[in-house]
């Protein structure tokens, strides 16, 4: 930047602010494209992007859209090399395309469960195919091969238009053979028009007469009847036609044909009106009858009150029974309670008399044996054997009879002053545990 020439003493210094405020907003400029050209490297998608208001099928149609946007979902997947190799696969497969681009959230989810590394072309031109496959046999869509053979298939309309047009007795007996296993026009339509609701439908008419007559094997014989006659060779051309058709039918024919069930029309309900509903005529009664009807109706209302007065009176003299029994239950049982009570505190009361007469005598226990010879007298073995138990204890024994006989020789050992209260008090915790 060439500074101009200086008039002021300050000129210098508002060039110069200039000059730097320029080369930061070039700079800022700068950063924005570079990240502008790395978001649409990433995603295929430019950021000043003019939103897109074409409709599925031109969206669909634009190749070059769509190949770069399964281009920059490829290079999150799999590297350079393989995306190449995907690329070529579904540029020759539109359809495969469309569908790796509308479902690819739930393919890369997929391909990052199974191929943490990233997967080879083979391996995802493998998997597009088998979802592809899959999705077309789950979801029925217009242009596929069951749609399409449900809606070419020869209807009974047809065929009796044929048989109509003919005047070969062989082909009129054949097609007459041929009628039950044909379906009818207005099922084929029923099921076409509306394919999402009738998916299973479709795929069974399909899969029974995948082997069927189409309406090209009888469009042709149609167009020669309709084409006026012509010399002989029109007629020569009809009587190949039907020798053809008449060769197809009965080879059909032979091989036991589906038989075809019409769909039964649903019939609405009759709906009655009042005028057709017969009505009951009320009788006209005298005044005696009229009062014959009130005293019958008085003295079954005094019966039906009787039976109820009845009725309640037994149920109250059930209930008090019942509470009376009852409350003699209880008095019962509060009669056992308190002398189960009295003698658990006979009980204690002789335990505890037990234990303060024990306390109070000295401890008599049996002297101790003299052993002659090599054998132990029982202080010793009283303490080889606590040596012992322990030691089983310490090596890993949990046997509740080694803890059991352990904490009896315990409270021996402090008899015998081999240990003290605290080291007892000790061990025994440690046998708690």
Same mark, same amino acid.
């Given at each position: ?18 000059? $730097?405020? &320029?080369?930061? #907003?070039?700079? *800022?400029?700068?950063? %924005?494209?570079?990240? =502008?050209?790395?978001? !649409? ?107 399409? $053979?449900? &809606?070419?298939? #020869?209807?009974? *309309?047809?065929?009796? %238009?044929?048989?109509? =047009?003919?005047?070969? !007795? ?119 009858? %009229? ?143």
């Amino acid at each position: 930047m060439s500074i101009p020439s200086q008039t002021n003493t300050t000129d210098y210094q508002v060039y110069m602010r200039k000059y $730097l405020d &320029s080369l930061t #907003l070039q700079n *800022e400029l700068n950063v %924005k494209n570079f990240s =502008a050209n790395v978001e !649409y490297q990433k995603t295929g998608i430019q950021q000043a992007e003019v939103a897109d208001t074409r409709s599925i099928e031109e969206r669909m149609a634009d190749i070059e859209k769509l190949k770069v946007q399964a281009r920059a979902m490829l290079n999150k997947i799999t590297d350079v090399t393989n995306t190449n190799e995907i690329m070529s696969y579904l540029i020759q497969n539109p359809k495969i395309l469309y569908y790796f681009i509308q479902n690819f959230i739930s393919i890369e989810e997929i391909v990052k469960r199974q191929f943490s590394m990233g997967i080879l072309a083979p391996q995802m031109i493998s998997l597009l195919y088998k979802k592809y496959i899959q999705y077309n046999n789950e979801v029925l869509i217009p242009d596929s091969k069951d749609f399409d $053979l449900v &809606s070419s298939l #020869l209807t009974k *309309e047809d065929a009796i %238009k044929i048989k109509n =047009a003919s005047a070969d !007795y062989e082909l009129e007996q054949d097609i007459d053979a041929l009628l039950p296993s044909l379906p009818s026009r207005a099922d084929i339509s029923k099921f076409t028009s509306n394919p999402e609701r009738y998916v299973k439908e479709i795929k069974g008419f399909a899969n029974k007469y995948r082997d069927g007559f189409t309406i090209d094997d009888g469009n042709e014989l149609i167009d020669a009847y309709n084409d006026p006659a012509i010399g002989d060779e029109t007629a020569e051309r009809i009587n190949d036609l039907e020798n053809e058709l008449k060769t197809k039918i009965a080879a059909y024919l032979r091989v036991a044909p589906p038989q075809y069930k019409q769909i039964p029309a649903k019939s609405l309900p009759e709906k009655l009106t009042k005028i057709n509903q017969p009505q009951e005529l009320t009788p006209i009664l005298t005044p005696q009858e %009229k009062g014959d009807i009130r005293q019958k109706r008085a003295r079954r209302t005094a019966a039906e009150m009787l039976i109820a007065r009845q009725q309640e009176a037994e149920a109250r003299a059930e209930k008090a029974a019942t509470k009376a029994s009852t409350q003699a239950s209880k008095e019962q049982a509060i009669m056992d309670a308190r002398e189960k009570r009295a003698k658990a505190q006979q009980k204690a009361e002789a335990k505890a008399a037990t234990n303060t007469a024990r306390e109070a005598t000295p401890d008599t226990d049996e002297p101790e044996e003299e052993q002659f010879g090599s054998g132990l007298g029982n202080r010793e073995k009283h303490i080889h054997r606590f040596k012992v138990l322990k030691g089983e204890v310490v090596a890993g024994n949990t046997s509740p009879a080694v803890f059991k006989e352990l904490r009896s020789l315990v409270v021996k050992m402090v008899k015998l002053s081999e240990l003290d209260k605290s080291q007892a008090m000790m061990i025994l915790k440690e046998l708690k545990r």
